[in-house]
Structures are given as C-alpha cells and as structure tokens.
C-alpha cells in the first residue's frame, strides 16, 4: 500500500517552513482532506467553539473505579519534575495489543502522580471506540515528511485515569482509519514504516504547536524509534527541542520493524545514512536499529532481558549494536496498576479474598468452573493460561507435555487466548478430547481473564523469552501460583520453591522443551497431592509481593536525569 500524500516533487528533504496550526478555537475551517466524516466532526467542533459550547463528544464510560484510598508517594522535589511525552503505538485502554499498552499506561499514570508533566502521542485508530471516550478537536496542522510529502493530521485530546493525564490522538485517516494497530486478520500493514514515520515527526510538530517543549521524549519500541532519529536529523527544523533527551524502551526486540530501503526518501534521511552502523540491516531499514544508534538512554523492561538482549539469541540480530551501548542500557521491570489488579476489591470477580482470608477464592474457582463448562471439582488442581497464542509464548510446549499429562493425572485445564490458527485449533481439540479436563475460549475478554486468575491454583507461562511478563505478575498477586520458564523477566519476578535464600512464589523450569514443562508441572501437582501447607505459603507469598508503578517511576526518574546529563543539561535547567 503506498502513502497518501500531497507531494511537491522539488524536494528531497523535508520543507523547513514551519508547520501551520489550525486551532479549534480559531473561527476557520481546519483543512482535513483525509476524510469526510472527519471534517463534518472538525467542522461542528469548530462551530461549537466559536459559540463557547462544548465541541461534540460521547458520554465516557470508564472502567470501574476501585473505591479505595491511595496513598500518596513523595513526590520528587520541584526542581526534578519533568516534562515528559510519551509516544507509542498502544497505550491502554485505548489500544491495546500486548503489554506495551499496559506499561504505558502504568508508567504515564504514575508519573504524574509523582508530580510530572506527562502527555501521551498515540494514533487516532478507528479500532477506538468513541463511545467509550470524551474526546475534544485541538486543531489540525499539516506534517512535512520526506520528498516534499505533506499530509494535514487532526489532533484530538482525551484524558488516562484519575490523573487527567492527556492524551494527544494524531488521526490520518489514511494511516490510522483501521481497526487493528499493526495489521489485520491476512497480515501485517504493508504501510507500516510510512505510518509510524508519521506518528514520530507528528509527536515533535505537535508539541511545537501546542507550545508544550519537553524535557525528554520517552518513545516505546520501534513504533516510535524515530523520534530519536528525526531530533538528530534535522536540528535546523527542530530547534525548541535543543535540551530534550530522549529515552526509548525496548519492550520486544523481537519486533525492530524491518522495511524496504524504498522509504528511506519518505523519512528525510540523507542515503548516506543507509549504513549498517546505523538503519541499513542486510539492505532493508530497521527502524529501532536507528533509534537505538541515537536514543540518549535506553531501557529494557527487566534486568534479566538487558543481560539476554546482549546475547546472539537474545539480541535477535541486534546483539552487538546493542553491547556497543551497555553503558547507556538499564533494566526496569514494569508494574502492575495495583488498584485494577487487586482481589480483595476487584469488582469483575465472583467473590472477593486476600492473602490473609483466601476463602474467596474457593468460590472463585468453583465460579470459574461453572462458567467454562468444566466439573465444579475442588479437588483437582485447576491449571490455566492466558496468553497470546505464539511460539514465543511457549505454546507449542503445552502441546507436547498436556496430552499426556492430561491422561496421566487428574487435573483441570483453562486457556483464554487467541493467535496462530494452528495453535487455536490445538486448543479446540484438545477441549474436544478432554471435555470434563479442558475449557478453552480462543480470543480475549478483560472480566474473563480477572476470573481465570483468581480461579486457578496454577498459571502457566513456558515462554521462549519474556521480556518482562505481566501475567505472572497478575497471577500471582491472585493466588495463581506460576509454573513457568526461567526467562526474561520472570527469572526478576518469579522465586523457585528450592530457592535458598528467598521464600518461593512459585515452581521455574530452565529447559524449553516439553519435557520440561510437565517435569514442573508434576511438581505443582505433587505439592497439591502431599503439601497443601507448602502450596498455601507459596501462594500467601506470591499474593504478598508488591510489584507497583511507583517503584518503577522512580527508577525512571533516575533514567531521565542520567539522559538529561549526556544531552548536556544539568538538573533544574529544563522545563
């Protein structure tokens, strides 16, 4: 699919005329020629504006607000509050695909309870529901790409949370007029280099516009890896962001966005740059290979993945571009938004327990039992997953070890997930084969998962690698004690049972063959057979542990003045 686009064909690199801003409030027509619909919507917002009413928006309806009172942490003193914008391509519960939506969204909430500035860039996708959201027209301007491309974004503004923390929607319909966030049901978007180039070079043009200077630019996996990039390439356009660092996450370098050198014009990159120590990689550009090269400061989302991505296997090709930048890496292991994901108040389940009254979740397990189809037997250990079904997430493990096991023993199985056919298919069967031992529900829904983990009595999660992983975390804060691998970020969050010097939180397993997987499962069935008061500890520990965003904004916060220092500014001089 090639770019919309209004082409000057005279220029290679991108126009140095700043970009117009059309604001809603102003009494003109804001130029939005990607879409009808939306111009009929920039239209009446304009009129309601000029009339000092409210521009047009739906009633929201929030998630559920858990009635509990937060404590506050210190914020960090005045001098040390930053400006900070956020771009991604998920952020919860916007758009979502996988955990990058949910760090996003802890990480941005947290910070501004902690006294930032914080705003969030993500894309307008028509996958948004507008039902859900209020939503308000701040203007249109028009964002100059390479080879004289022009293309006018609307921007829209809606808010995260009891913090108000804005989110600033860029909506193209061109781009982002789709309901899926990098492809759809036949694969992935052919666009996507040209999409997310987008985003990047709209992030920087509309906090110029809306005269919001950052200290840092925080940008999230290779969706947004060209921030970096677009700073360092064009400083005679970019001048007001002369003090901003930036900082990009590696969430998954799995993903590096890998396209056709053809876009290299699109960007506004001299071909000169088309080196391997910078995007070239083996004649494709690899867009978080570039932002790697000129990020300020990086991060991974655990300690144990910022070892492993400097390793051949973990580095996913990127090993040795990654190690030449191990002193500007640090691990920071993501959070878990602790007033959703509570069980003692969690509104979604069927009975409400905690670590020092777990007879809720008896009734959870019974609930969730019914609810699947499955015997409601409070005997049998009820194993469950909850994932993305992906080799990377171990899935195919599961199908080598749970049919045996599943003849062998006596024990019950859920799964809620959704991905490669093959694999859907598997777990069909599999509930097919073994119906009073297996329920399985292929696709995602938020309130079922709450009840598979607050039913269960083990979670398993045999990842390949696991940058971070949210879901043991989940897991455990619900009493679902882990049976997973040794990885990533588990190997951060997860204590073996045999551990010498900690309690354990649940049972690790270091092979990634089948094999492996149900060696640690018989594990978990013998505690069950022969040690319930071993298995009760190993659950009141894991429910004990505390894994919040708060804890991982203050390590943040020593990210960003880390970066600040190699951009050259001192503590207290930017904002």
């Given at each position: 699919?090639?770019?919309?686009?209004?082409?000057?064909?005279?220029?290679?690199?991108?126009?140095?005329?700043?970009?117009?801003?059309?604001?809603?409030?102003?009494?003109?027509?804001?130029?939005?020629?990607?879409?009808?619909?939306?111009?009929?919507?920039?239209?009446?917002?304009?009129?309601?504006?000029?009339?000092?009413?409210?521009?047009?928006?739906?009633?929201?309806?929030?998630?559920?607000?858990?009635?509990?009172?937060?404590?506050?942490?210190?914020?960090?003193?005045?001098?040390?509050?930053?400006?900070?914008?956020?771009?991604?391509?998920?952020?919860?519960?916007?758009?979502?695909?996988?955990?990058?939506?949910?760090?996003?969204?802890?990480?941005?909430?947290?910070?501004?309870?902690?006294?930032?500035?914080?705003?969030?860039?993500?894309?307008?996708?028509?996958?948004?529901?507008?039902?859900?959201?209020?939503?308000?027209?701040?203007?249109?301007?028009?964002?100059?790409?390479?080879?004289?491309?022009?293309?006018?974004?609307?921007?829209?503004?809606?808010?995260?949370?009891?913090?108000?923390?804005?989110?600033?929607?860029?909506?193209?319909?061109?781009?982002?007029?789709?309901?899926?966030?990098?492809?759809?049901?036949?694969?992935?978007?052919?666009?996507?280099?040209?999409?997310?180039?987008?985003?990047?070079?709209?992030?920087?043009?509309?906090?110029?516009?809306?005269?919001?200077?950052?200290?840092?630019?925080?940008?999230?996996?290779?969706?947004?890896?060209?921030?970096?990039?677009?700073?360092?390439?064009?400083?005679?356009?970019?001048?007001?962001?002369?003090?901003?660092?930036?900082?990009?996450?590696?969430?998954?370098?799995?993903?590096?966005?890998?396209?056709?050198?053809?876009?290299?014009?699109?960007?506004?990159?001299?071909?000169?740059?088309?080196?391997?120590?910078?995007?070239?990689?083996?004649?494709?550009?690899?867009?978080?290979?570039a932002g790697v090269h000129d990020a300020d400061?990086?991060?991974?989302?655990?300690?144990?993945?910022?070892?492993?991505?400097?390793e051949p296997v973990g580095g996913c090709g990127?090993?040795?571009?990654?190690?030449?930048?191990?002193?500007?890496?640090?691990?920071?292991?993501?959070?878990?938004?602790?007033?959703?994901?509570?069980?003692?108040?969690?509104?979604?389940?069927?009975?409400?327990?905690?670590?020092?009254?777990?007879?809720?979740?008896?009734?959870?397990?019974?609930?969730?039992?019914?609810?699947?189809?499955?015997?409601?037997?409070?005997?049998?250990?009820?194993?469950?997953?909850?994932?993305?079904?992906?080799?990377?997430?171990?899935?195919?493990?599961?199908?080598?070890?749970?049919?045996?096991?599943?003849?062998?023993?006596?024990?019950?199985?859920?799964?809620?997930?959704?991905?490669?056919?093959?694999?859907?298919?598997?777990?069909?069967?599999?509930?097919?084969?073994?119906?009073d031992q297996v329920a399985a529900s292929v696709?995602?829904?938020?309130?079922?998962?709450?009840?598979?983990?607050?039913?269960?009595?083990?979670?398993?999660?045999?990842?390949?690698?696991?940058?971070?992983?949210?879901?043991?975390?989940?897991?455990?804060?619900?009493?679902?004690?882990?049976?997973?691998?040794?990885?990533?970020?588990?190997?951060?969050?997860?204590?073996?049972?045999?551990?010498?010097?900690?309690?354990?939180?649940?049972?690790?397993?270091?092979?990634?063959?089948?094999?492996?997987?149900?060696?640690?499962?018989?594990?978990?069935?013998?505690?069950?057979?022969?040690?319930?008061?071993?298995?009760?500890?190993?659950?009141?520990?894991?429910?004990?542990?505390?894994?919040?965003?708060?804890?991982?904004?203050?390590?943040?916060?020593?990210?960003?003045?880390?970066?600040?220092?190699?951009?050259?500014?001192?503590?207290?001089?930017?904002?």
């Amino acid at each position: 699919m090639k770019p919309s686009e209004r082409s000057s064909k005279k220029q290679s690199r991108p126009s140095e005329k700043r970009a117009k801003w059309t604001l809603a409030s102003d009494k003109q027509e804001a130029p939005l020629p990607e879409s009808t619909e939306l111009q009929q919507i920039a239209d009446e917002a304009l009129q309601a504006a000029s009339e000092k009413k409210a521009p047009r928006s739906q009633k929201a309806r929030s998630r559920p607000v858990v009635a509990r009172r937060r404590v506050a942490p210190p914020a960090p003193p005045q001098e040390s509050r930053r400006k900070i914008v956020f771009v991604a391509a998920e952020c919860a519960p916007l758009a979502k695909v996988g955990g990058v939506g949910d760090a996003v969204e802890g990480l941005a909430l947290a910070l501004a309870r902690r006294g930032h500035q914080v705003r969030v860039i993500l894309p307008f996708y028509a996958g948004i529901d507008r039902s859900k959201i209020v939503t308000s027209l701040l203007g249109s301007c028009c964002v100059h790409m390479g080879a004289g491309q022009e293309h006018w974004i609307a921007v829209w503004e809606t808010f995260l949370g009891e913090e108000r923390v804005p989110v600033w929607l860029v909506d193209y319909q061109s781009y982002f007029g789709r309901p899926g966030v990098y492809d759809e049901p036949t694969g992935e978007y052919a666009d996507n280099a040209y999409r997310f180039a987008l985003l990047a070079k709209a992030a920087l043009e509309i906090c110029k516009s809306l005269a919001f200077i950052p200290d840092l630019f925080h940008v999230h996996d290779w969706p947004a890896a060209l921030v970096p990039v677009f700073l360092k390439a064009w400083p005679h356009l970019l001048s007001p962001f002369g003090k901003t660092a930036t900082v990009l996450t590696l969430h998954n370098v799995g993903h590096q966005g890998k396209y056709g050198s053809s876009v290299m014009p699109y960007l506004g990159l001299e071909w000169t740059r088309f080196q391997p120590d910078f995007i070239e990689d083996y004649g494709q550009v690899n867009l978080l290979k570039a932002g790697v090269h000129d990020a300020d400061f990086l991060t991974t989302v655990s300690p144990a993945y910022a070892d492993e991505i400097l390793e051949p296997v973990g580095g996913c090709g990127l090993a040795p571009f990654f190690a030449r930048r191990k002193n500007d890496l640090r691990g920071i292991l993501n959070g878990v938004e602790e007033t959703r994901w509570d069980p003692e108040v969690d509104p979604l389940l069927p009975a409400n327990f905690s670590a020092r009254n777990l007879s809720g979740k008896s009734r959870c397990k019974e609930a969730l039992q019914r609810r699947m189809g499955l015997p409601a037997r409070s005997d049998l250990p009820l194993f469950a997953m909850v994932s993305r079904l992906h080799l990377q997430k171990g899935i195919h493990l599961v199908r080598d070890a749970l049919p045996s096991l599943l003849r062998e023993e006596s024990i019950q199985c859920v799964f809620l997930g959704s991905g490669e056919a093959e694999f859907e298919e598997f777990l069909r069967g599999l509930a097919r084969t073994f119906p009073d031992q297996v329920a399985a529900s292929v696709g995602f829904s938020e309130e079922l998962s709450h009840w598979i983990f607050a039913g269960s009595d083990f979670f398993l999660m045999p990842s390949l690698y696991e940058p971070c992983g949210l879901s043991q975390l989940y897991a455990m804060r619900y009493g679902s004690i882990p049976v997973a691998r040794a990885t990533g970020g588990i190997r951060n969050t997860v204590i073996d049972l045999e551990d010498k010097e900690r309690p354990g939180t649940g049972l690790l397993f270091l092979e990634p063959t089948g094999q492996g997987l149900t060696a640690a499962c018989r594990r978990a069935i013998d505690l069950w057979e022969k040690a319930p008061e071993t298995l009760t500890a190993l659950r009141v520990e894991g429910m004990k542990q505390l894994f919040s965003w708060t804890r991982t904004a203050r390590e943040y916060e020593e990210v960003y003045t880390e970066a600040l220092r190699r951009r050259g500014v001192s503590a207290g001089s930017t904002g």
